[in-house]
């Protein structure tokens, strides 16, 4: 934080804000601040630096950036780690086909948070995924059917030598009752993938 009287800078936090407690690093996206008047951060976590061992897409929110509580409104004790209390969104494990380098959070129509990612599905094809915190816990949903695996591996955000390419977007408001998510894919080229905002069920 910059003191304005002083000209200097100094830490905000006593600690530090997320910890891998020496086990793994937390890729982040945000803190930034939503039109709900709080700063929001979501982030996985990678073990190595193998780009296949990203895993557990999670969440949290700060109104001041100095106290921070998880989806439900539970404060956490900082630093958080993997172990804080309902900050995981999706428990995707490493090698889920989750990379940090694609991944984001935005609001809808109604400010709720929509977390967006993708990963492997049952029958190992990667989709992209949507996710929003209602009734008390995060409701995930596939909101492409494409065929395929997206594979990358290897130091950095892996190496694009495997024949697959993958970028999604934010979400964005597409109109009413409906979200849409930008997409570029090496099978089905790029587009929007468009869903219904209270269910994120897929529509186009």
Same mark, same amino acid.
């Given at each position: 934080?910059?003191?304005? *009287?002083?000209?200097?800078?100094?830490? #905000?936090?006593?600690?530090?804000?997320?910890?891998?407690?020496?086990?793994?690093? %937390?890729?982040?996206?945000? +803190?930034?601040?939503?039109?709900?008047?709080?700063?929001? #951060?979501?982030?996985?976590?990678?073990?190595? +630096?193998? %780009? %296949?061992?990203?895993? @557990?897409?999670?969440?949290?929110?700060? *109104? @001041?950036?100095?106290?921070?509580?998880?989806?439900?409104?539970?404060?956490?004790?900082?630093?958080?780690?993997?172990?804080?209390? @309902?900050?995981?969104? @999706?428990?995707? +494990?490493?090698?889920?086909?989750?990379? /940090?380098?694609?991944?984001?959070?935005?609001?809808?129509?109604?400010?709720?948070?929509?977390?967006?990612? $993708?990963? $492997?599905?049952? /029958?190992?094809?990667?989709?992209?995924?949507? %996710?929003?915190?209602?009734?008390?816990?995060?409701?995930?949903?596939?909101?492409?059917?494409?065929?395929? *695996?997206?594979?990358?591996?290897?130091?950095?955000?892996?190496?694009?030598?495997?024949?697959?390419?993958?970028?999604?977007?934010?979400?964005?408001?597409?109109?009413?009752?409906?979200?849409?998510? +930008?997409?570029?894919?090496?099978?089905?080229?790029?587009?929007?993938?468009?869903?219904?905002?209270?269910?994120?069920?897929?529509?186009?």
């Amino acid at each position: 934080v910059y003191d304005t *009287k002083t000209g200097q800078w100094q830490r #905000m936090l006593d600690t530090v804000l997320i910890s891998g407690e020496g086990k793994m690093n %937390a890729y982040q996206h945000g +803190p930034r601040l939503g039109p709900d008047g709080y700063y929001h #951060m979501s982030w996985m976590w990678r073990d190595t +630096p193998d %780009a %296949a061992t990203n895993h @557990d897409i999670s969440y949290a929110r700060s *109104k @001041d950036l100095v106290n921070w509580e998880n989806a439900g409104g539970q404060p956490l004790k900082l630093p958080i780690t993997i172990k804080s209390p @309902d900050t995981i969104v @999706d428990p995707v +494990p490493a090698g889920g086909g989750m990379i /940090n380098s694609c991944f984001a959070h935005a609001f809808d129509s109604k400010n709720r948070v929509v977390v967006s990612y $993708h990963k $492997h599905d049952g /029958n190992g094809d990667t989709q992209a995924y949507a %996710a929003r915190f209602a009734d008390g816990k995060w409701r995930v949903r596939a909101v492409s059917d494409w065929k395929g *695996k997206h594979i990358f591996k290897g130091g950095g955000s892996g190496p694009a030598t495997y024949g697959t390419s993958l970028g999604l977007s934010a979400v964005q408001i597409h109109g009413p009752g409906k979200l849409a998510m +930008p997409f570029r894919h090496w099978k089905a080229g790029k587009g929007l993938l468009v869903f219904d905002e209270e269910t994120l069920q897929a529509i186009a």
